[in-house]
C-alpha cells in the first residue's frame, strides 16, 4: 500500500498535478490518492503515514500534509508539522507553480 502511495505520487509530480489544487477540486487524483490514504491510515494508523512526511520526491511530503490535516482526531503536533510542510513549500522557488497554489491556500485560511 505505501508503494502504491508513493508510486502514485512519482506519477502526479510527472504529470504535473498540484496537490491542493486536486484538493480543491476534489478531481479524480485527489479520489485516488485519498482512497490509498484511507487505506493505509485505516490498516497501519495514522502514525505510520505521518512518517511518510520523510519522504522528499515527487511532492510525496506536501500530499501527505494536506491529507493528514484533513482528517479527524489529529493532534496539534502532528497537525503543526503538516503546516511546517505547507508554508516550506509556498516558500520554494524550485516549484513556483506549487509555491503560488500553496500561499494562494494558506491565504484562504485567514479570510
Known sequence: MFDDFLNLCKLYFQEGKIPIVSIQKQDSYYK?????????????????????????????????????IEEDNVDDKMKKKCFEVIIDYSDNPLVPDVSYAENVWLKSLDS
Open 32 to 68: 485516488r490518492i485519498k482512497y490509498l490514504s484511507d487505506n493505509i491510515i485505516k490498516k497501519y494508523g495514522i502514525e505510520l503515514f505521518f512518517g511518510l512526511l520523510q519522504e522528499g520526491q515527487y511532492l510525496t511530503q506536501l500530499w501527505v500534509a494536506h491529507l493528514i
